[in-house]
């Protein structure tokens, strides 16, 4: 029953994945992978405030097959580290470097951000008992 919940959120997480990375690409534009750059933020921010809200000192009590569901199916399913790659990799291969490696910087470094901010934010709404 696990392995389907999770597919089930990895399911809902990609159909969000393509629709977000799409209306971003179609606000902003293709040059650059938008699209993915901010679903992998906005991923890494609610991963990181479910898995504080939902922890063993969170407000939220919920069980492991729902942590498995959102962090795991639905997290895992929305962000894009493989399309991340290739997307990088083909910013290389067009010689476009400098974008390259402000995709791999500012993905690393806002991804890191965000989490830690989801896990901040959560550990605020958790002392407001």
């Not at 389907?4 to 969000?16: H, K, M, Q, R």
């Not at 921010?45 to 199916?73: C, E, H, K, N, W």
């Not at 790659?85 to 951000?113: M, P, Y």
Request: proline content about 2%; hydrophobic content about 55%.
């Amino acid at each position: 029953m696990t392995y389907l919940w999770i597919a089930i959120g990895s399911a809902l997480g990609g159909v969000a994945r393509f629709w977000c990375s799409g209306v971003v690409a179609r606000l902003i534009g293709e040059t650059f992978p938008w699209g993915t750059f901010t679903v992998n933020v906005v991923g890494s921010f609610v991963i990181g405030f479910f898995a504080v809200v939902s922890g063993p000192d969170g407000r939220l009590m919920v069980g492991t097959p729902v942590r498995q569901f959102v962090m795991i199916g639905v997290c895992g399913g929305f962000t894009t580290f493989s399309s991340f790659s290739i997307q990088t990799l083909e910013l290389v291969r067009d010689g476009e470097w400098l974008q390259a490696g402000g995709n791999v910087v500012g993905s690393v470094v806002l991804c890191l951000v965000a989490v830690w901010a989801g896990a901040a934010l959560a550990t605020a709404f958790n002392a407001m008992r």
